[in-house]
């Protein structure tokens, strides 16, 4: 039975959702918002209550990875996690948690991911702290995970900060946004040296020549987006330029960005403004920029995740068109939504052929635009 590709589960760009959203809202002021986000969010709640297995889990070849976002997306959507779905969710991922403090399947190759996930599921569940044990040791797990001098790499390694499969053997961008969002969900300040290892990957994964990255791969491509990894030689799931630059795309831009404010980078910097400009360059909800319809519901949810944490409800395209983001992913999932309230992309690859999986992403994504 084939494991999750969690990262691209592009998709298993979302948690980060890791963080609590707050009360931003915007959808609700424009008038072509065409439908209501609670209704969708029930709706779409609905289906999963009837998708999820007797053991509490949903899609659970995946481990905990797939039944952990659907928890998450439904907490973050103001459910209980008292609510019997979320309860038998919940219970299910605990099954998972190992005694290193990761939270997976046993003998899998998405440990990052699957701990990741489910740190975002029992960290919204955890207000009346019954979770605080497994999420400290989730924890310390994490930060063991990460490449750095205790591994044999230094600052000058492109490997040094990031995080990744482990079966691969080189870390990536995806799995280091996720690993971003679970560890500032788990109260890792900006300045943790975690997360300002985390950092250097992540800039050099930016086509964007700095004192932060000095490969030769922006200068080849100098549009101030992200691509999947600088590691082992550098690599782009949108593919290479003719000249070998790697081309930039739209979920792991939105990954970079969320990453980079989660460490602390100021919206002033340049790699932040960099990334902006391409997204504005890039604005559309129809697609995965780059990469077409391949892991579209991963690129919503980090869409919306990335966006909030900018802290702007607007956007300005490049023909000068000002987006309510909001509005436009309310619309963009409203107009996707089958009539048993779930979501499915007929691009399956990273299995969003699984309507639990992107069903749950969708939630995550509309989270972000609650009132």
């Given at each position: 039975m084939?494991?999750?590709?969690l990262?691209?589960?592009?998709?298993?760009?979302?948690?980060?959702?890791a963080?609590s959203?707050?009360?931003?809202?915007?959808?609700?002021?424009?008038?072509a918002a065409?439908?209501?986000?609670?209704?969708?969010?029930?709706?779409?709640?609905?289906?999963l209550?009837?998708?999820?297995?007797?053991?509490?889990?949903f899609?659970?070849?995946?481990?905990?990875?797939?039944?952990?976002?659907v928890?998450?997306?439904?907490?973050?959507?103001?459910r209980?996690?008292?609510?019997?779905?979320v309860?038998?969710?919940?219970?299910?991922?605990e099954?998972?948690?190992q005694?290193d403090?990761?939270?997976?399947?046993?003998?899998?190759?998405?440990?990052?991911?699957?701990?990741?996930?489910?740190?975002?599921?029992?960290?919204?569940?955890n207000?009346d702290?019954?979770?605080?044990?497994?999420?400290?040791?989730?924890?310390?797990?994490l930060?063991?995970?990460?490449?750095?001098?205790?591994d044999?790499?230094?600052?000058?390694?492109d490997?040094?900060?990031?995080?990744?499969?482990?079966?691969?053997?080189?870390?990536?961008?995806s799995n280091?946004?996720f690993?971003?969002?679970?560890?500032t969900?788990?109260?890792?300040?900006?300045?943790?040296?975690t997360?300002?290892?985390?950092l250097?990957?992540?800039?050099?994964?930016?086509?964007?020549e700095?004192?932060?990255?000095?490969s030769?791969?922006?200068?080849?491509?100098p549009d101030?987006?992200?691509?999947?990894?600088?590691?082992?030689?550098?690599?782009?799931?949108?593919?290479?330029?003719?000249n070998?630059?790697?081309?930039?795309?739209?979920?792991?831009?939105?990954?970079?960005?969320?990453?980079?404010?989660?460490a602390?980078?100021?919206?002033?910097?340049?790699?932040?403004?960099?990334?902006?400009?391409?997204?504005?360059?890039?604005?559309?909800l129809?697609?995965?920029?780059?990469?077409?319809?391949?892991g579209?519901?991963?690129?919503l949810?980090?869409?919306?995740?990335a966006?909030?944490v900018?802290?702007?409800?607007?956007?300005?395209?490049?023909?000068?068109?000002?987006?309510?983001?909001?509005?436009?992913?309310?619309?963009?999932?409203?107009?996707r939504?089958?009539?048993?309230g779930?979501?499915?992309?007929?691009?399956?690859?990273?299995?969003?052929?699984?309507?639990?999986?992107?069903?749950?992403?969708?939630?995550?994504?509309?989270?972000?635009c609650?009132e």
């Open positions: 084939r494991q999750l590709r990262d691209m589960i592009l998709a298993v760009a979302t948690a980060l959702a963080l959203p707050p009360s931003l809202a915007r959808a609700a002021e424009t008038a065409p439908a209501n986000v609670g209704a969708l969010v029930d709706s779409g709640i609905a289906f209550r009837g998708a999820q297995q007797a053991d509490g889990s899609t659970p070849q995946t481990g905990p990875a797939v039944t952990a976002l928890a998450a997306g439904m907490l973050e959507n103001g209980s996690p008292d609510e019997p779905t309860a038998k969710a919940l219970k299910f991922v099954k998972f948690v005694p403090g990761g939270i997976y399947q046993e003998g899998s190759t998405h440990r990052n991911y699957e701990t990741c996930l489910s740190i975002m599921a029992l960290a919204a569940a207000a702290g019954r979770y605080d044990k497994q999420l400290a040791a989730a924890h310390g797990f930060k063991d995970l990460q490449w750095d001098d205790g044999g790499h230094d600052p000058s390694s490997c040094y900060g990031g995080f990744g499969y482990g079966s691969h053997k080189r870390p990536d961008l280091t946004a690993a971003a969002e679970a560890l969900t788990l109260g890792a300040e900006a300045d943790d040296e997360m300002q290892r985390l250097a990957f992540v800039s050099k994964c930016q086509n964007l700095s004192e932060h990255n000095q030769k791969f922006p200068a080849l491509n101030g987006g992200f691509y999947y990894t600088i590691a082992a030689g550098g690599s782009s799931q949108a593919g290479s330029l003719p070998g630059g790697l081309r930039s795309y739209g979920s792991m831009t939105y990954a970079g960005l969320k990453s980079m404010i989660f602390g980078v100021d919206p002033g910097d340049k790699r932040v403004k960099a990334a902006v400009e391409w997204i504005a360059q890039h604005y559309t129809d697609e995965n920029p780059g990469m077409g319809q391949q579209y519901y991963y690129y949810q980090t869409f919306a995740k966006l909030d900018l802290g702007e409800s607007t956007l300005t395209d490049a023909s000068g068109a000002k987006h309510d983001w909001r509005a436009d992913l309310v619309a963009a999932v409203a107009e939504q089958r009539a048993d779930s979501w499915l992309n007929e691009n399956d690859r990273w299995l969003e052929g699984d309507p639990n999986l992107v069903t749950g992403y969708v939630l995550l994504a509309l989270s972000h609650r």
